[in-house]
């Protein structure tokens, strides 16, 4: 959250054309700290959406996070969450999104 203007701005830029990516200013790092499992049972949907009210989420489309927090239990929504230090191949996404729509859609 204490993240230095300009290199939050640029960061900001680079993410505004991706609704579905969202930018947050937390510290808390949600799988070492919930004993629950983290991403697992909504619970840091529901996180996000504290943070949201505090202002520390920086982008994506908000109306879509809240309709992916509200159907959780009854519809499957693909999340991650990457730090800084994390990476992944440029086709991972679209890998992951393919797979699951070969097995959650008949």
Do not use: C
Not at 1 to 8: A, G, Q, R, T
Not at 36 to 57: T, V
Not at 89 to 103: D, K, P
Request: net charge negative.
């Amino acid at each position: 959250p204490n993240l230095d203007d300009v290199v939050k701005q640029q960061m900001v830029d680079l993410l505004k054309p991706y609704p579905n990516f969202y930018l947050v200013g937390s510290n808390q790092n949600f799988m070492a700290e919930e004993s629950s499992g983290g991403w697992r049972g909504g619970i840091i949907g529901h996180d996000l959406l504290e943070l949201e009210a505090q202002g520390l989420i920086y982008t994506g489309d908000m109306s879509l996070l809240h309709h992916a927090v509200k159907n959780e239990l009854n519809r499957i929504v693909l999340e991650t969450r990457l730090d800084a230090d994390d990476g992944f191949h440029q086709s991972y996404m679209e890998y992951i999104q393919s797979r699951a729509l070969e097995l959650f859609l008949p």
